[in-house]
């Protein structure tokens, strides 16, 4: 057993040499402006003495802020040209016109970035302003990295408009062969509206299983590849660059990273016949900055699908003394382990730290519904009921959303849920049998695959 940490030790030591994880820092302002369910608020986006970029993302950043089905937006949202910002005078006449906020979006630097400032155009007063380096960006991005900016300002929600989805393609090759590839989509597309617009990341045989990182800087995403002795723990860059984290006997799975890069947990597998699934924990020492291995789980079952919360505890699913798979949550002062589910056959936890609470699936008269759990309140909700089988949940960094994944008979779609309306779009087409979701964090770059 030693043997075998040691040799995991030394292929984990890498992801923390070149991951640079570290700490997502979200500070949002107190301001919180909501429009009625009754009447939109009308918001003005006001673009001033416009160049390409302006004109061809003011309509994107238009149609992101006035979502009204997923998204909750209670906004009525009108693109208006400008020559110069307007003068106090000019914003009171804007009010008679029934505007109340007004988003004013300029260029500099010649062109090469983007000034936006929100306005108060009653009292004339600015909420906030921020600059954005456009670089070479597609419309599509400026308007998210604006869009994301914004929406804590206009709604007290976090944003997500610059997230990703990074799931597993399934691909018939000469009607036979079935490979899995790694692709990315925003989360906002829906595809009964539109075209899929997802992107390739990874074109390999058998890509399974992404988990993105917590680098805010640097996005990247983990994942599982299978080949002929093993299955082994691969990353990749937005540039499609490829690189081997680990390649030991058996499998190493589902890494999930802390914010502060000082940790992260995984499950992993000698693979030989009636060999079970442990949890594996490897951090750095705060006081000697040396990487330590610990093992979790010491149990005969199988424990996988772990979560990493900030406080050091973990979520992950288990069958340990049971006939059937449930929620374990591991207590990381105490080291102990409880029991978040305790009857019925149970799978595919997922952490929010934003809300405290435990995604999971439950089977309900043969049907794997979604289910939250309430860590403060110590309370379930089923949060799904219709006859489709959902797993694979992942929460959105706001905890507004969760993705998953939905199979009914031949389908298999990565679908987006609204926890509070119950609305739901899917992102992935119904030609395509895809799984495995996983919903990036709020990167302070966006991804640009």
Not at 108 to 119: E, H, Q, V
Not at 279 to 287: E, F, N, R, T
Not at 309 to 333: L, M
Request: aromatic share 10%; hydrophobic share 35%.
């Amino acid at each position: 057993m030693n043997s075998i940490k040691n040799k995991i030790l030394l292929f984990l030591i890498p992801i923390f040499l070149f991951l640079r994880i570290t700490a997502l820092e979200n500070a949002p302002m107190n301001v919180s402006i909501k429009g009625s369910s009754v009447e939109k608020m009308k918001l003005l986006i006001g673009v001033i003495d416009a160049n390409e970029i302006m004109d061809a993302s003011s309509p994107l950043l238009k149609e992101m802020l006035e979502r009204s089905k997923v998204m909750l937006s209670g906004f009525s949202v009108t693109v208006m040209p400008f020559e110069k910002q307007p003068s106090k005078a000019a914003m009171k006449e804007l009010t008679k016109d029934g505007f109340g906020l007004g988003l004013f979006l300029a260029h500099s630097w010649r062109g090469t970035t983007i000034d936006w400032r929100l306005y108060d155009l009653d009292a004339h007063q600015m909420l906030k302003g921020k600059r954005f380096v456009t670089k070479e960006y597609p419309p599509a991005i400026v308007a998210e990295h604006i869009a994301d900016q914004v929406w804590p300002l206009l709604t007290g929600q976090g944003g997500f408009f610059s997230t990703r989805i990074a799931y597993c393609k399934e691909k018939r090759i000469k009607g036979k062969k079935i490979e899995k590839h790694i692709y990315v989509t925003a989360p906002y597309i829906d595809c009964e509206k539109c075209a899929e617009q997802s992107s390739l990341l990874v074109q390999h045989a058998n890509a399974f299983a992404p988990r993105w990182n917590n680098d805010s800087l640097a996005p990247m995403v983990l994942y599982s590849e299978i080949t002929n002795s093993n299955v082994r723990l691969m990353s990749v860059a937005m540039d499609k660059k490829r690189k081997m984290v680990a390649n030991l006997d058996g499998f190493v799975m589902r890494p999930s990273f802390s914010n502060d890069g000082k940790k992260v947990v995984y499950c992993s597998c000698d693979g030989s016949i009636g060999s079970k699934s442990t949890i594996y924990l490897y951090q750095i020492d705060a006081q000697t900055g040396r990487p330590s291995l610990s093992q979790i789980t010491h149990n005969s079952g199988q424990n996988i699908s772990p979560t990493l919360c900030d406080n050091g505890d973990i979520v992950f699913c288990s069958d340990a003394g049971s006939k059937q798979p449930y929620i374990c949550y591991y207590h990381a002062d105490t080291k102990e382990f409880e029991r978040v589910t305790n009857d019925g056959y149970c799978s595919s936890p997922s952490f929010c730290q934003a809300t405290s609470k435990i995604a999971y699936s439950r089977m309900c008269n043969g049907v794997a519904q979604l289910f939250s759990y309430d860590l403060i309140t110590k309370t379930h909700t089923q949060m799904t009921f219709d006859n489709s089988n959902k797993e694979e949940s992942c929460w959105s960094p706001c905890g507004n959303y969760l993705a998953f994944t939905v199979t009914n008979g031949k389908t298999s779609r990565v679908a987006v849920h609204h926890v509070f309306s119950n609305e739901r779009i899917y992102v992935t087409s119904a030609q395509d049998r895809c799984c495995y979701p996983s919903w990036s964090p709020l990167y302070e770059q966006p991804i640009v695959v």
